[in-house]
C-alpha cells in the first residue's frame, strides 16, 4: 500500500470530490478524470495501482446510486444482469491484459479513450419524446456482444464505462434513456468489482486511497445534483466545457508519456 501525506490525502478526496461533482453535474464521462486526477493531482506514480483503486471505487458508488435508481423503478433486471454476465468475462480479460501492460504504453492508450468520449460527449444529442417512449424487444444477442466489448474496455482502463453502457443498452434494448441510465449501474458497478478483483489479487489496490475518494465523492455527488438542477438549461454548453477539458487532459498525458513510444 503507498503511503499519502496529509496533503496528498486531502487531494484524494478532492479528487472524488471533482468527480462525484462531474458525474452529478453531466450524469456521465466524469470517471474519465479519476485516473489522471490521482496521477498527476494526488502525485501516485504506479499506474496500475491507481486503475485498480479507481475501478474499485467507482464500483462502489455506481452500488449506491443503483439503490437510489432501483427505489425509482429505473432498473430493468434482465438486461442489466444479461448484459453484466458477458461484460464480467469482458472486464476480467481486459484487466489482466492491462495489467500486463507497461504502465506509459497503457495510459497513452487511456488518454486517446479520453479524446474518444469528449467527441462523443459533444455529438451527443437529447433524444425527442417519440424516441424516448418508444420500446423494441431486447436484443440478446446485441446484449451480449455491447456487454462483452464495453466490459472489455472497463476492465482494461479501469473506468465504469457507464457513458458507453448507457447508449449500449439503448441500441440493443430500445428502452428509454432513465432506464439505460438506472440499469447501466447494475453494469458499471460488477464491471468495476470484477476489475478490482483482478486487480487486488495483484496487490494493484490501495484501500486508503480508495475510502479518501470515495468519500469525496459522495459529497462531490451531492452538490454536482444539485447544480444539475440549476443549471438544467446551460447543460449542452456543459458538455462542451468538459470535453474541452478532457481533451486538454488528454493531450497532456500523451506528451508526458510519449516517450514510451519513442516519439
Keep these: 500500500m503507498i503511503t ?89 480479460l481486459g484487466s489482466v491484459m492491462g495489467k500486463l501492460m507497461p504502465d506509459k504504453q497503457l495510459l497513452i492508450l487511456f488518454a486517446i479513450l479520453m479524446v474518444v468520449i469528449a467527441v462523443l460527449m459533444i455529438r451527443r444529442k437529447p433524444r425527442t419524446e417519440n424516441e424516448e ?26 473506468i465504469g464505462g457507464g457513458f458507453l453502457i448507457v447508449p449500449g443498452l439503448m441500441f440493443s434494448t430500445g428502452m428509454p434513456m432513465i432506464m439505460a441510465i438506472g440499469t447501466s449501474l447494475f453494469a458499471v458497478g460488477t464491471f468495476g468489482l470484477t476489475t478490482a478483483v483482478s486487480y487486488a489479487a495483484s496487490g494493484m489496490i490501495d484501500w486508503w486511497v480508495v475510502l479518501m475518494y470515495i468519500a469525496g465523492g459522495v459529497v462531490g455527488g451531492g452538490f454536482g445534483t444539485v447544480a444539475a438542477t440549476k443549471l438544467s438549461g446551460k447543460r449542452k454548453a456543459l458538455n462542451y466545457i468538459f470535453s474541452i477539458i478532457i481533451v486538454v487532459v488528454a493531450i497532456y498525458m500523451i506528451i508526458k508519456n510519449a516517450n514510451a513510444l519513442h516519439l
Aim: aromatic share 8%; proline share 3%; net charge positive.
Design 4 to 92: 499519502l501525506t496529509v496533503s496528498q490525502s486531502l487531494l484524494a478526496v478532492l479528487s472524488g470530490g471533482i468527480v462525484g461533482f462531474t458525474l452529478g453535474l453531466l450524469g456521465g464521462g466524469g470517471s474519465i478524470l479519476a485516473v489522471p486526477l490521482l496521477l498527476y493531482l494526488v502525485g501516485l506514480r504506479d499506474a496500475h495501482v491507481v486503475i485498480g483503486s479507481t475501478a474499485l471505487a467507482v464500483s462502489l458508488n455506481a452500488y449506491a446510486n443503483l439503490i437510489v435508481h432501483a427505489r425509482a423503478k429505473h432498473v430493468l433486471w434482465k438486461p442489466a444482469i444479461g448484459f453484466s454476465i458477458p461484460g464480467i468475462v469482458g472486464a476480467y
Design 133 to 158: 417512449s418508444r420500446e423494441t424487444g431486447v436484443r440478446w444477442a446485441r446484449v451480449i456482444v455491447a456487454g462483452l466489448l464495453v466490459g472489455f474496455l472497463s476492465g482494461f482502463f479501469g
